[in-house]
């Protein structure tokens, strides 16, 4: 790449000056060079109004067209709960031995979504906005944290859903709901790491974007969505004693159970991993941090042709 | 057209020997293009070529300066590489080879890309110059300056339609209005100038003056050469990627319009006068060197 600051050897031109000489002289800058990251920080930190207007405007833009508007904010989670419950609690029978069934599976079903779909549209965040790339300057990990706090936004009107939802089944409430508060902050800070290392990816080789729902759902599986981990060790066949535990240790794993953990009363300490805050805190600093690292190596060459 | 010598002339954009070079995928110029597509992401830069990556050359080895308060025209054919350089010195397309240094952040004239055919005119207001940069602050003190200056509220309460709703002029304007709102140091703009009717044109060229007055430099490009004649004194002709002539606007739109009168007719090696690219007078008798 050409963004060396340092002047070449001088050449015979028609002045003794070269332009990087000149440059050099009057102070002008290499053009969409990458800043430092602690200028990278300060100029995203600049630009948090526009992250947060242009999440707010995809979400509201998202069901401007339909009769009923901003309802489907709160009708898509639920039908998306519904589906997930005829399925694997009526024809499967999943619920079999999961105490307050439906309030578990919807939780799960909601707090993957906010994962999930932050990551699928973290990988087409650059890819998918080329013209926005093009046209203006900002720094790029706006978009994916723009995106990732649409999903957020997404997430809290599920919530309210959500919380009439375990109301209706005689869950109590508890203090222990405002746990529910920092296990949110982790996980977003986790999407929006891994969203940007995505987003990298993605601009590099768009087709990632057409791997990615296989690669989520598989991981939706193996997360205890549907289903509690639990039930894997009482008695699976066959599988080592190693598996539930590394099941429960995967982010997606952790964030769901900690919010199962805060909201749900019959959800005990006793099913969560052991050290659960510091593994949910761990996997947020490094997907974040190094989410952000990694996005930010790459900065000037999104929205290349 | 005499250079005004009397300020410093102190250079705001420097482009030295940039190549621009855009790379295709999938255009099933390789060999089988699955396999090509396996080669290639596998292979990274080595298979390029063979793996079906078409490089197109945008921009051939261009090298010019500009000095604060020129206003520069960008003239050429289409696909001649205007846009493309432009881009480059605002710095959203990296450089093959060669530097472009600029002064402060150069930005391009336009913000449709940030805007949201769903949400009201408002409320793009607002998101256009917030991704522009502006503050909140900024946006509401201007909000009704913006407004006024579209003309949206001219014919009823438009602006609290969304913007899908609006005729493809009605919208054109209001996306200038929200990007020659913000105050640039280097200004560059696309073929902005062609949009709306004739007096809606008279108040967005007076702006651009306006805005050339504020800002160091500006660039346009065009195919209007009457709009290149009245803003800017200076021409630079891009033809194939390759700056063909650089100098003050009559002189080239001249050469320039002889070659596209010309080219009309089938077949011509070279225009009349095949210039080659001319000695910038500003680099020649840039007053302190050495």
């Not at chain 2, 913000?111 to 005119?121: E, F, H, P």
């Amino acid at each position: 790449m050409s963004q060396v600051l340092d002047t070449p050897p001088p050449t015979a031109t028609e002045s003794a000056e070269t332009p990087a000489q000149l440059a050099a002289r009057y102070g002008l800058s290499v053009s969409g060079a990458r800043p430092s990251l602690p200028e990278y920080v300060r100029q995203l930190w600049a630009r948090r109004h526009f992250i947060s207007a242009f999440a707010t405007a995809k979400l509201t833009a998202q069901y401007a067209q339909a009769k009923l508007g901003q309802v489907w904010q709160v009708m898509t989670p639920l039908l998306n709960a519904a589906v997930y419950y005829f399925i694997f609690g009526v024809l499967l029978h999943t619920k079999k031995g999961v105490p307050d069934y439906i309030p578990f599976l919807v939780t799960g079903v909601f707090i993957w979504t906010f994962t999930s779909s932050s990551i699928l549209t973290g990988t087409r965040a650059i890819s998918g906005n080329l013209g926005l790339v093009r046209a203006l300057h900002f720094p790029r990990a706006a978009l994916p944290i723009s995106f990732c706090l649409q999903q957020l936004q997404q997430l809290l009107f599920s919530m309210a859903a959500l919380l009439v939802i375990l109301l209706f089944f005689g869950v109590p409430v508890a203090a222990s709901w405002l746990l529910a508060i920092p296990a949110l902050i982790l996980q977003f800070t986790f999407n929006a790491g891994v969203s940007m290392i995505m987003a990298r990816l993605g601009a590099k080789t768009p087709d990632i974007a057409q791997l990615m729902p296989f690669v989520l759902r598989t991981w939706m599986y193996i997360s205890g969505v549907m289903w509690s981990i639990d039930k894997l060790t009482d008695q699976q066949s066959g599988l080592p004693s190693w598996v539930a535990p590394v099941l429960k240790a995967n982010p997606a794993a952790v964030y769901i159970d900690l919010m199962r953990f805060a909201l749900i009363d019959s959800f005990h300490a006793s099913q969560l991993p052991p050290h659960v805050w510091v593994v949910a805190t761990g996997w947020a600093l490094l997907a974040g941090v190094g989410g952000f690292i990694y996005f930010w190596k790459a900065e000037e060459t999104y929205g290349r042709g | 057209m005499a250079n005004p010598n009397s300020d410093q002339r102190i250079p705001t954009v420097i482009c030295d020997g940039v190549d621009i070079v855009y790379r295709v995928n999938g255009t099933g110029a390789g060999r089988g293009s699955a396999t090509a597509a396996l080669n290639r992401m596998l292979r990274r830069k080595t298979a390029e070529k063979a793996a079906g990556v078409r490089r197109v050359h945008a921009v051939k080895n261009v090298s010019f300066t500009a000095y604060k308060g020129e206003a520069i025209g960008l003239i050429g054919t289409n696909g001649s590489g205007k846009s493309t350089l432009l881009k480059a010195v605002a710095g959203l397309l990296p450089v093959e080879n060669g530097a472009i240094y600029t002064d402060g952040q150069p930005s391009l004239l336009g913000v449709n890309a940030a805007l949201m055919g769903d949400l009201t005119g408002e409320k793009n207001v607002y998101l256009g110059g917030l991704a522009m940069g502006m503050s909140r602050e900024e946006i509401k003190e201007r909000y009704q300056e913006i407004v006024d200056f579209s003309g949206i509220n001219d014919k009823g309460d438009f602006i609290t339609l969304p913007m899908r709703t609006y005729s493809s002029g009605m919208g054109a304007r209001l996306r200038f209005s929200i990007a020659a709102a913000k105050d640039h140091d280097v200004l560059l703009i696309d073929e902005a100038l062609a949009t709306g009717d004739a007096s809606f044109r008279k108040r967005s060229e007076k702006r651009i003056r306006e805005l050339r007055q504020h800002a160091g430099t500006v660039f346009l490009v065009s195919h209007s050469n009457a709009s290149i004649r009245d803003t800017c004194e200076r021409a630079l002709w891009l033809e194939r990627g390759v700056l063909r002539m650089d100098g003050p606007t009559e002189e080239v739109l001249e050469a320039y319009e002889e070659f596209t009168e010309g080219s009309s007719k089938p077949k011509r090696p070279n225009p009349k006068k095949p210039k080659p690219q001319k000695q910038e007078p500003a680099a020649a008798e840039a007053p302190l060197s050495s």
